[in-house]
Protein backbone atom coordinates (compact mmCIF):
# COMPACT_ATOMS: atom_id res chain seq x y z
CA UNK A 1 0.00 0.00 0.00
CA UNK A 2 1.54 3.76 -1.12
CA UNK A 3 1.37 6.32 1.35
CA UNK A 4 -1.20 8.07 -1.16
CA UNK A 5 -3.17 5.23 -0.94
CA UNK A 6 -2.96 4.80 3.12
CA UNK A 7 -3.97 8.11 3.61
CA UNK A 8 -7.07 7.79 1.20
CA UNK A 9 -8.47 4.85 3.20
CA UNK A 10 -7.86 6.96 6.39
CA UNK A 11 -10.27 9.50 4.94
CA UNK A 12 -12.61 7.16 3.76
CA UNK A 13 -12.67 5.63 6.78
CA UNK A 14 -13.51 8.18 9.43
CA UNK A 15 -16.04 8.71 7.08
CA UNK A 16 -17.66 5.46 6.72
CA UNK A 17 -17.19 5.64 10.92
CA UNK A 18 -19.08 9.11 10.94
CA UNK A 19 -21.68 7.42 8.71
CA UNK A 20 -22.06 4.54 11.39
CA UNK A 21 -22.58 7.12 14.48
CA UNK A 22 -25.30 8.74 12.69
CA UNK A 23 -27.04 5.63 12.05
CA UNK A 24 -26.78 4.62 15.60
CA UNK A 25 -27.82 8.11 16.70
CA UNK A 26 -30.57 8.06 14.31
CA UNK A 27 -31.74 3.72 15.68
CA UNK A 28 -31.54 5.50 19.29
CA UNK A 29 -33.97 8.94 18.33
CA UNK A 30 -36.65 6.06 17.17
CA UNK A 31 -36.18 3.70 19.95
CA UNK A 32 -36.77 6.74 22.52
CA UNK A 33 -40.01 7.28 20.64
CA UNK A 34 -41.25 3.55 21.20
CA UNK A 35 -42.39 4.72 24.76
CA UNK A 36 -45.88 3.57 25.65
CA UNK A 37 -48.45 5.25 28.10
CA UNK A 38 -48.44 3.13 31.87
CA UNK A 39 -51.08 0.20 31.98
CA UNK A 40 -50.64 -0.32 28.14
CA UNK A 41 -49.63 -3.90 28.68
CA UNK A 42 -52.48 -4.63 31.63
CA UNK A 43 -53.19 -7.43 29.70
CA UNK A 44 -49.97 -9.33 30.44
CA UNK A 45 -49.75 -8.38 34.00
CA UNK A 46 -48.60 -5.60 36.25
CA UNK A 47 -45.54 -4.44 36.12
CA UNK A 48 -44.89 -5.46 32.21
CA UNK A 49 -45.25 -2.01 31.25
CA UNK A 50 -42.22 -1.24 33.67
CA UNK A 51 -39.95 -4.42 32.51
CA UNK A 52 -40.75 -2.68 28.55
CA UNK A 53 -39.31 0.70 29.54
CA UNK A 54 -36.38 -0.11 31.53
CA UNK A 55 -35.67 -2.58 28.00
CA UNK A 56 -36.17 0.30 26.24
CA UNK A 57 -33.82 3.00 27.80
CA UNK A 58 -31.15 0.33 28.08
CA UNK A 59 -31.78 -0.33 24.38
CA UNK A 60 -31.27 3.72 23.61
CA UNK A 61 -28.52 3.93 25.80
CA UNK A 62 -26.61 1.17 24.55
CA UNK A 63 -26.80 3.05 21.27
CA UNK A 64 -26.06 6.13 22.46
CA UNK A 65 -23.10 4.66 23.74
CA UNK A 66 -22.11 2.95 20.64
CA UNK A 67 -22.70 5.92 18.47
CA UNK A 68 -20.52 8.33 21.06
CA UNK A 69 -17.56 5.23 20.98
CA UNK A 70 -18.03 5.18 16.98
CA UNK A 71 -17.63 9.20 16.89
CA UNK A 72 -14.89 8.81 18.64
CA UNK A 73 -12.93 6.27 16.81
CA UNK A 74 -13.59 8.82 13.18
CA UNK A 75 -12.23 12.06 14.81
CA UNK A 76 -9.27 10.34 16.43
CA UNK A 77 -8.96 8.58 12.65
CA UNK A 78 -9.20 12.24 11.12
CA UNK A 79 -6.65 13.47 13.63
CA UNK A 80 -4.17 10.55 12.72
CA UNK A 81 -5.26 11.76 8.24
CA UNK A 82 -4.25 15.49 9.28
CA UNK A 83 -1.14 14.57 11.60
CA UNK A 84 0.24 12.74 9.08
CA UNK A 85 -0.59 15.16 6.06
CA UNK A 86 0.67 18.12 8.19
CA UNK A 87 4.21 15.79 9.51
CA UNK A 88 4.24 15.36 5.18
CA UNK A 89 3.99 18.73 4.26
CA UNK A 90 6.47 19.62 6.97
CA UNK A 91 9.13 17.33 5.77
CA UNK A 92 9.05 18.42 2.24
CA UNK A 93 9.08 22.56 3.20
CA UNK A 94 12.30 21.26 5.11
CA UNK A 95 13.89 19.21 2.18
CA UNK A 96 12.68 22.30 -0.47
CA UNK A 97 14.89 22.30 -3.25
CA UNK A 98 17.10 19.09 -2.28
CA UNK A 99 14.59 16.60 -3.74
CA UNK A 100 12.08 16.56 -6.56
CA UNK A 101 9.22 15.36 -5.10
CA UNK A 102 7.14 15.03 -8.65
Same mark, same amino acid.
Given at each position: ?7 ? *? $?????? $?????? @?? $???? #???? @? ?33 ? #? @? ?12 ? *??? *? ?6 ? #? ?9
Amino acid at each position: MTYEVAME *A $LAEEAV $LWYEVA @NG $LRSA #ANSV @NGLGVVERAFTFLGDGFDQQYEQVRTRIHDLLVDG #A @NTVQGASEELRYVH *ATY *ASTDEAAK #ARLDGQWNWE
